[in-house]
């Protein structure tokens, strides 16, 4: 049985950081492209960032580059979202995924497996 549990979330002041956290159980994360979603209150899922399974580079949604880092610890098979100089607009419920497609999947519907989402609020 496959399962994503994403860590990390919680309340931050804008300008804060914060780091999310991306543990899988049944599933090989390097064999895998990893995917990070977040949704906000009546918007819809949007990418934010992947992690190409063929050598681990990465690609993000212009909104969070230079702020955010994607990076892979396969020992541990853990992906984590290192997101720095934070905005309100940042703000939502943000989810762990996995592809098995390669390059940079950037539609929900190029995922095959989804964490619980983790909340991130962010004040102004």
């Known amino acids: 049985q496959v399962q994503l549990v994403e860590s990390g979330g919680g309340l931050v002041q804008a300008g804060g950081s914060l780091r999310l956290a991306c543990a899988a159980s049944g599933l090989t994360f390097s064999n895998y492209a990893v995917g990070w979603f977040r949704q906000a209150p009546g918007k819809e899922r949007e990418f934010v960032a992947v992690?190409?399974?063929?050598?681990?580079?990465?690609y993000y949604t212009d909104s969070v580059k230079g702020r955010f880092t994607i990076s892979r610890d396969n020992a541990r098979n853990t992906v984590y979202l290192q997101m720095s100089s934070l905005k309100p607009e940042d703000t939502a419920v943000y989810y762990c995924?996995?592809?098995?497609?390669?390059?940079?999947?950037?539609?929900?519907?190029?995922?095959?497996?989804w964490g619980q989402g983790t909340q991130v609020t962010v004040s102004s």
């Open positions: 995924t996995a592809s098995k497609l390669a390059g940079y999947p950037q539609r929900p519907n190029q995922y095959s497996y």
């Open positions: 992690t190409a399974w063929t050598g681990g580079s990465t």
